[in-house]
């Protein structure tokens, strides 16, 4: 394990707006402790330190987790002074020591919710005890369709109109967990992987920052596998459809 930036650093809802009344009742207390877990890009995790930076999340990103050395994620961190690991997988016999490595780090820096942002790897029993409903995923599908890793190529293959994300918390399955929020985009005859993945991103961007805040503002309560968000704004009535009549 390898500290990549020792400096100290800290770090955004509809649902995806800043709900001005719902801060104000957070007055002086502490922001929601985040650690933020990834393996490659991190555009998602950019994005939830831009909505930070912009006081439009009431929670410090107190350090990032790559199991990959050359995730541009870890960059992302430093270039924000927030303190970056990388923890590699290979290093460890197996899934439950590698998770306890990460949450040595995670434990701390007094993390209160753990984020996933691209992070590849399966979460393993051991996590899940340590952050009972308290670790989220972001899937570029809508769940329970596509799951696992290829969803936008699935998507295309299997001719889908409608596709989006979905935030969700973890659970032991590969992206099973009871879903907090998810988005539509629509898929046009023309697309490629990469142009639908890079519609799917841009509603990726809005609405994880958007449950974190939620998370934050204590907002979110599970009720078996149905996630009600408390005093949420539902989108209107209309219904989406693509092509259009
Ligand atoms: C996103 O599409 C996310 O839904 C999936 O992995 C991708 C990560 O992208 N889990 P980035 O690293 O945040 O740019």
Redesign the pocket.
């Known amino acids: 394990m390898k500290l990549r930036n020792a400096m100290p650093a800290v770090s955004a809802l509809n649902l995806f707006e800043p709900v001005a009344a719902d801060r104000s009742d957070l007055g002086g207390k502490a922001k929601v402790r985040v650690a933020v877990l ?1 393996s ?6 950019q994005s939830i330190i831009d909505h930070s930076e912009a006081g439009k999340l009431d929670v410090a990103i107190v350090c990032v987790i790559s199991n990959r050395s050359d995730a541009y ?1 870890l960059e992302r961190a430093e270039k924000h002074r927030i303190p970056a690991y990388h923890v590699n997988h290979r290093s460890f016999p197996d899934r439950e020591s590698f998770d306890a490595a990460v949450l040595d780090i995670v434990k701390k820096h007094e993390t209160e919710l753990i984020v996933l ?2 992070f590849n790897r399966i979460i393993s029993q051991v996590m899940l005890d340590a952050f009972p409903l308290a670790i989220l ?4 599908a809508l769940l329970p369709a596509f799951p696992g890793n290829h969803a936008q190529r699935e998507a295309l293959l299997h001719g889908v109109k409608i596709a989006g ?1 979905t935030v969700h918390f973890v659970d032991s399955g590969t992206d099973t967990g009871p879903i907090i929020a998810q988005a539509a985009v629509p898929v046009f005859d023309a697309d490629t992987e990469e142009t639908l ?1 890079r519609r ?2 841009i509603e ?1 961007h809005r609405i994880y920052p958007g449950v974190i805040q939620l998370f934050a503002e204590g907002r979110i309560r599970v009720e078996g596998r149905k996630v009600l968000i408390i005093h949420g704004t539902e989108c209107s009535d209309d219904f989406l459809e693509n092509p259009r009549f």
Do not use: F, M, Q, Y
Not at 40 to 45: A, E, F, P
Not at 137 to 140: D, F, S
């Open positions: 990834v490659g890009n991190g555009t998602n995790l994620a942002a691209g995923n972001i899937h570029p994300c993945s799917i991103l990726e």
